[in-house]
């Protein structure tokens, strides 16, 4: 955007693109919620035994928790990437 033609700072902003779509999704996710939608990683949520209906109900138990934290942990992941 910048003029900047470096295949290091296109690998990096790639990175900084994935970290801030996933933590918008997870920041959109209890106003998305009280329109009965749910759009995160369904394999995440069956690896913890969570379903859509749990978000939607608001639900904040442990397992749910965990979701949420290895999705963030994904952003966390491409962060360390761009260091």
Known sequence: ILGVKDVHADHAASHIGKAQG???CLRATPY???????FLPM???MLHGV???DFI????????RDVIYDIASQAH???EHVR
């Open 22 to 24: 996933i933590v918008t």
């Open 32 to 38: 998305h919620c009280t329109r009965q939608k749910v």
């Open 43 to 45: 394999d995440i949520c």
């Open 51 to 53: 379903s859509q209906e």
């Open 57 to 64: 109900r608001g639900k904040q138990e442990k397992n749910v």
């Open 77 to 79: 992941i491409h962060l």
